[in-house]
Structure formats: structure tokens, C-alpha cells
């Protein structure tokens, strides 16, 4: 039976790592991976996550499933986390959240309870997004359509025409938001555009499906959440989907949930019951030890505060290093305006060079990046950011 199949080309993030990883050129610097880095190039793991896995260890006296919904504390806590203490949809028992194994597996929870809701539901994604939302939006019956969202020329949001697409749409849509730090083009919605987006979506009964993969990668965060709690404020319903891979350095115990805000507490138990099911019949139940991590850190002041201080450096790191490569690059008095790199924000961007240049940049320069132009801005450090700088205004 599986003759029929033929090999795919390769992964063009994992070709690139693969070239990379063959390149004996001491000066090669890879920019196209999608992990944070330290200044040494290591996706660190927490300070506060090593000891809270210490502590989760220590206590365990089982290996027993958790629960098909995962960790009960778990999802509390990133409820609170997502929508604050205080906010109404919560007080009022209105956020129904299931555990799930990474953001990835979030998504494809949100894939299935909204075709079991409404099958022939239009989701449409920002042009550009993260090219794994396809295949895990992807089901038999909904349709997958594309909104205008990143001005690759004057590197901004083309909200004009964003909001003149959103006012075609209506209540079989449902339409993908990045929470925050936009993977690819780091250009995030200004919380007047949440506003907009969230005054239409109400009247044309649009549901947002909003994608969190960096919260307090951003700003902050409470201000990477403004446009989750205000659309939870004045929407009936909408679905998040955050993942803990990126802010806890977690990636690969896959740690996520998906919340779902509802009208009614009615509502919310029937969709809790929904989503349960569903998660049962893709993978039974989640991992535990992630998510385990995860709400003890939560739970505990010091660890807390301690993630919050390493979140912070990370956050702060990432920005800095965007001024910084903005900066050397316009000592070097490019052709090209670059200060649009300085405003965007998260790991991502694109440098809007061409695919020819990209490829210069990898044969001549060493220097690795997705051919969109996509750079990890982590992967820059103090010790190659002039050299990065260098290549770059080398191929313009
Ligand atoms: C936009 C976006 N959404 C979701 C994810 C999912 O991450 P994970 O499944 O590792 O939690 C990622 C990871 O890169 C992402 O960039």
C-alpha cells in the first residue's frame, strides 16, 4: 500500500539547518531557525523551569494520566494568565481550556471543535503566516482563505486593506490573529487596530481565532494580552490558542492549551465536554511534565517572579538586538531603509531583500536565512552583529 507514496522535498526551514550544519566556515551565523538563542547561541532552559522540574520530580508518586484535559491547575493558571484575574468572561465562568500538547496541537484542537460546530466555517489567515497553520487548519470541509495583512514594500500592516476584507466576512468566518511577535513579519496589530477589529468583528459576528506563541516576548505580559482581553470583553465568543514552548524555553516537552470564551456557562461545559472529546480521540491525553512545570511555577512567588525576571532578559535582548542590527546596519548607509526592524517585534522579521540575495548571502557570506527573507533576530549576537551587518549591505 505504500508504494503510492513519493518523497517530499525537505522541510525548507530543517534543508537550511541541514546546509548550515555542513558549512565549515567559522564565521557561518544561522538565522533562519525558529527557537530563541542566547548570546552563545544556546536555547537555554530557564533558570525557573530547572527548578520547578526538580520540585515536580521530587513530588511525583505516580506516572498515572493526569486527565484528558490535562493539569486542572495548569489550565486555571493560564486562563489567568491570558485574561487577568478580574476579567468578566472569566468571573463569569465563561473560558472553557483544555491542555494540549504545544500550540501545535492547540490549533489542531481548534481545527476539529470548530468543524464539529460548524463545518463549512471559512478560517482565514494573515498573508503572511506561519506556514504550519495550514496543515493544522486544514480539515475536510473548512476552507482555508487568506487575508491581506503584512505591506511587504513599506514593511507595516496594510490595515486598510486588512479591515476592507474583514468587512466582506461575517458569521461563518473565523478569522486567524497573531496575539503577538507575528511569525513571520513581526508586525503587530497597535492597540487601536484591536479595537477596530474588535468593534467589526461584533458586528459582523466574525469569531477570532487568536494564535498566542510569545507571550511576553513582545512588551510584556500583560500588554501582549491587550487584544485577547479586549476582544474577550466584547465578543460572545472566541477561541485562543497559546503555546508555552517559546516563554517557558519548553519546546519539546509541548506544552499549550486552548481556551475557548463562550456566551453562557451553559455553553462553556458543552464545548469543555466537546473539546475533551476531541483531544481524547487525537492523543488521548496530554504530556505531563511540561505543564506540570508550568503551574508550579505559577503557583510558586520565586519561581514566578524569577520566570518573569528570565522572560524579561529574553524580551529585552530581542529588542535590544533589533535596535542594535538597525543601527550598524545604517552606519554602513545601506540603499535600503532597515529602521522598520527596530519597530517590529518578536524573533521575526523580514529583511525584504530578494531570493537571489538571500542566496548570496548563505554561498558568499555564510550567512542563513529562509528565502522570504525571514531572519531570526536572536540569532544575532554582540560578536557577529557586525559581520551580519557587513554581508547584509555586501548583496543589496
Ligand atoms: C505563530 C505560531 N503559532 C504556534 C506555534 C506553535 O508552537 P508549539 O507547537 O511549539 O507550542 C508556533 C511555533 O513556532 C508559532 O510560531
Not at 239 to 255: D, M, P, Q, T
Request: with cysteine; charged share 20%.
Amino acid at each position: 500500500m505504500f508504494e503510492v507514496l513519493k518523497p517530499l522535498p525537505p522541510d525548507a526551514i530543517l534543508g537550511i539547518n541541514e546546509l548550515f550544519s555542513r558549512d565549515r566556515d567559522s564565521n557561518k551565523v544561522d538565522l533562519s531557525v525558529g527557537v530563541y538563542q542566547d548570546e552563545g547561541g544556546l536555547t537555554p532552559v530557564p533558570k525557573a523551569v530547572r527548578l520547578a522540574e526538580q520540585q515536580v520530580i521530587q513530588a511525583q508518586t505516580t506516572k498515572t494520566y493526569v486527565a484528558i484535559a490535562g493539569n486542572a491547575e495548569f489550565n486555571h493558571q493560564m486562563e489567568l494568565q491570558l485574561f487577568g484575574s478580574s476579567h468578566r468572561a472569566l468571573c463569569d465562568g465563561r473560558i472553557s481550556t483544555v491542555q494540549t500538547p504545544g500550540g501545535s496541537g492547540g490549533l489542531s484542537v481548534a481545527a476539529e471543535i470548530i468543524c464539529r460546530a460548524q463545518p463549512d466555517t471559512k478560517i482565514w489567515l494573515s498573508d503572511p503566516t506561519w506556514p504550519n497553520h495550514k496543515p493544522l487548519l486544514s480539515l475536510p470541509g473548512l476552507k482555508l482563505q487568506q487575508y491581506p495583512y503584512y505591506d511587504y514594500v513599506n514593511h507595516k500592516i496594510n490595515f486598510e486593506k486588512m479591515v476592507s476584507t474583514m468587512k466582506t466576512l461575517g458569521s461563518g468566518d473565523v478569522v486567524v490573529l497573531h496575539g503577538c511577535c507575528h511569525n513571520p513579519c513581526g508586525a503587530d496589530l497597535s492597540p487601536d487596530q484591536w479595537g477596530i477589529l474588535a468593534e467589526l468583528f461584533g458586528q459582523r459576528g466574525i469569531t477570532p481565532l487568536i494564535d498566542l506563541a510569545y507571550q511576553g516576548l513582545s512588551e510584556g505580559l500583560e500588554e501582549d494580552v491587550y487584544g485577547i482581553r479586549l476582544m474577550a470583553e466584547s465578543l460572545p465568543e472566541m477561541i485562543v490558542v497559546a503555546s508555552c514552548s517559546k516563554n517557558f524555553g519548553l519546546y519539546r516537552e509541548r506544552v499549550g492549551a486552548i481556551s475557548i470564551v463562550l456566551k453562557d456557562t451553559k455553553q462553556a461545559a458543552a464545548t469543555l465536554s466537546n473539546t475533551s472529546n476531541i483531544a481524547r480521540g487525537i492523543y488521548s491525553m496530554p504530556p505531563d511534565h511540561g505543564a506540570a512545570i508550568v503551574a508550579s511555577i505559577f503557583c510558586e512567588e520565586e519561581l514566578r517572579k524569577l520566570w518573569i525576571q528570565e522572560l524579561g532578559e529574553m524580551r529585552e535582548r530581542i529588542n535590544g538586538l533589533r535596535r542594535l542590527l538597525v543601527d550598524k546596519l545604517s552606519e554602513r548607509e545601506p540603499p535600503q531603509d532597515f529602521s522598520f526592524i527596530a519597530n517590529e517585534r518578536g524573533m521575526f522579521s523580514f529583511l525584504g531583500i530578494s531570493r537571489s540575495q538571500v542566496i548570496r548571502l548563505r554561498e558568499e557570506f555564510h550567512v542563513y536565512l529562509v528565502e522570504s527573507s525571514r531572519i531570526n533576530v536572536a540569532g544575532i549576537n554582540r560578536s557577529n552583529v557586525d559581520y551580519v551587518s557587513d554581508a547584509i549591505v555586501g548583496v543589496l
